[in-house]
């Protein structure tokens, strides 16, 4: 029985051979950690790209003062560059009725870009457009409300609508 013990002992792993492993282990769970953040910092632009993430608010939030602050906060609306944007507009219809405008037969040059075809919308949407009022840097920004109705203009791709370019009173 004792030279089976004996067999078994150095047949083990050693203490000295797992300590040469840690500072592997230590270093893969870094470059884990590196990619991980990496991957959420390259895709952190991506989302709010979308038309719905950045304009459409359905049901609109119940934010009782400052809706405009809050809004542009909350969904971290802001220039490339980390400044204030000036004007920006928050939808206040369900996501179907907007992609409906992809179909709408009122189509015409986009005003800000004339190389874009833009839909407008058949019907006026309930919407938000909050004004600049003070401040330049993200997210020291201070907007005004204005609550009005009018005609959204989109572009659209395949896949429905892409950017709001604008709207008409």
Same mark, same amino acid.
């Given at each position: 029985?004792?030279?089976?013990?004996? +067999?078994? @002992? +150095?047949?083990?792993? $050693?203490? +000295?051979?797992?300590? =040469?492993?840690?500072?592997?282990?230590?270093?893969?769970?870094?470059?884990?950690?590196?990619?991980?953040?990496?991957?959420?910092? #390259?895709?952190?632009?991506?989302?709010?790209?979308?038309?719905?993430? #950045?304009?459409?608010?359905?049901? $609109?939030?119940? %934010?009782? #003062?400052?809706?405009?602050?809050?809004?542009?906060?909350? +969904?971290?609306?802001?220039?490339?560059?980390?400044?204030?944007? @000036?004007?920006?507009?928050?939808?206040?219809?369900?996501?179907?009725?907007?992609?409906?405008?992809?179909?709408?037969?009122? @189509?015409?040059?986009?005003?800000?870009?004339?190389?874009?075809?833009?839909? $407008?919308?058949?019907?006026?949407?309930?919407?938000?457009?909050? $004004?600049?009022?003070? =401040?330049?840097?993200?997210?020291?920004?201070?907007?005004?409300?204005?609550?009005?109705? =009018?005609?959204?203009?989109?572009?659209?791709?395949?896949?429905?609508?892409?950017?709001?370019? =604008?709207? %008409?009173?």
């Amino acid at each position: 029985m004792l030279s089976v013990r004996i +067999r078994a @002992k +150095r047949a083990g792993v $050693q203490a +000295r051979d797992v300590k =040469g492993i840690l500072p592997l282990m230590v270093l893969m769970v870094v470059v884990f950690l590196l990619l991980l953040f990496w991957e959420n910092e #390259l895709t952190e632009d991506v989302v709010l790209t979308s038309i719905e993430q #950045l304009h459409v608010d359905y049901p $609109q939030n119940a %934010v009782p #003062l400052r809706y405009c602050n809050y809004m542009i906060l909350q +969904r971290v609306i802001r220039e490339p560059d980390h400044r204030c944007r @000036k004007v920006h507009v928050f939808i206040h219809e369900r996501p179907q009725k907007i992609n409906r405008v992809c179909t709408s037969s009122k @189509k015409m040059s986009c005003p800000n870009d004339s190389d874009l075809f833009c839909f $407008q919308s058949e019907t006026k949407f309930r919407m938000t457009v909050c $004004q600049l009022i003070d =401040g330049t840097t993200y997210p020291a920004c201070r907007y005004q409300i204005s609550p009005i109705k =009018g005609f959204v203009l989109v572009t659209c791709d395949d896949l429905g609508p892409v950017d709001l370019q =604008g709207y %008409v009173e």
